[in-house]
């Protein structure tokens, strides 16, 4: 198992104090490919809520465009979703990634949504899992680091001191599996 399987999940109240943590994070010289974050945007808006990749151009609208417009050039990957039971939701990283992968391969089962199922594929413990998806409901921002048990150690004492209302540390002992997730079987 790769060492660097570990994941410090933080939650923040506004999308000014993730972006500081960022901003903090890359200061400290922290691979920024090794973030994700995740938030919802809103809809209720007149201005129209999209997203465009076009080459090196990435361009945002809605409540939070300036904010996910400075990350896309800091992050691994960039996608908006729609998610049943979340709506419209942004997400940076190589988050991306493993929420393709569980859309692609796999149902999400126990409720989650498919970021849920991507959270409970690297690790993260279903309750800490279902507590996040709350967060995200309520309009909160997570961001994730991904890392080396020491990285992400380091890590938390910087999303805390940049105002994350929680910053959990989640150490991958065991080779990862989806526990939440059921494949279709050939009959």
Do not use: C
Not at 14 to 27: M, N, R, V
Not at 68 to 86: C, E, K
């Amino acid at each position: 198992m790769p060492e660097n399987n570990n994941s410090l999940v933080g939650l923040f109240n506004s999308h000014q104090d993730a972006e500081a943590a960022i901003k903090e994070l890359q200061h400290a010289g922290y691979n920024m490919k090794q973030l994700s974050v995740v938030g919802k945007d809103y809809q209720t808006e007149e201005n129209v809520v999209g997203y465009y990749n076009t080459g090196d151009r990435i361009a945002t609208w809605g409540k939070f465009g300036l904010f996910w417009g400075s990350l896309w050039g800091f992050l691994f990957g960039s996608a908006f979703f729609i998610i049943p039971g979340l709506g419209a939701v942004m997400v940076g990283g190589p988050l991306v990634s493993w929420i393709i992968g569980v859309l692609e391969a796999a149902i999400v089962t126990g409720g989650l949504t498919a970021i849920g199922g991507a959270l409970a594929s690297i690790g993260i413990p279903e309750d800490s899992v279902i507590r996040y998806e709350t967060a995200l409901k309520a309009h909160k921002f997570i961001l994730i680091v991904h890392g080396t048990a020491t990285e992400v150690e380091k890590a938390r004492s910087i999303l805390l001191h940049n105002q994350a209302e929680e910053a959990n540390v989640h150490h991958v002992l065991t080779e990862l599996k989806p526990p939440l997730l059921s494949s279709a079987k050939p009959d």
